[in-house]
Nanobody
Framework: EVQLVESGGGLVQAGGSLRLSCAAS????????IGWFRQAPGKEREGVSC????????YYADSVKGRFTISSDNAKNTVYLQMNNLKPEDTAVYYC?????????????????????WGQGTQVTVSS
């Protein structure tokens, strides 16, 4: 059974940093692409970042490029999202996702896919 548990969210002032963790189990962690998404109140879920196992490449949404960094610790079966210089518009529930078909990007946006697996999310709130 695929399980994803996010942690590390919280309340931070603008300009601050947080590191989110996604602890994973139930699948071949080192062979599977994992992404981060976020959803703000009243908005659609949007892709933030993804790490591809095939070639180690990473994807970042334009809105977070240069501020967020995705990384993976295969020994701990954990993917991280380091978020620096946070802005109030980063406020959202952040989810990690297992992309069984790999990271899919179209028109510079990370796509949600029907057979993705999702964690329960962790709240990030950035105050101004």
């Amino acid at each position: 059974e695929v399980q994803l548990v996010e942690s590390g969210g919280g309340l931070v002032q603008a300009g601050g940093s947080l590191r989110l963790s996604c602890a994973a189990s139930g699948f071949r962690f080192g062979d599977t692409d994992i992404g981060w998404f976020r959803q703000a109140p009243g908005k659609e879920r949007e892709g933030v970042s993804c790490i591809s196992r095939r070639d180690g490449s990473t994807y970042y949404a334009d809105s977070v490029k240069g501020r967020f960094t995705i990384s993976s610790d295969n020994a701990k079966n954990t993917v991280y999202l380091q978020m620096n210089n946070l802005k109030p518009e980063d406020t959202a529930v952040y989810y990690c996702a297992v992309h069984t078909r790999g990271c899919a990007v179209r028109d510079r946006k990370l796509l949600l896919q029907a057979d993705d697996y999702w964690g329960q999310g962790t709240q990030v709130t950035v105050s101004s």
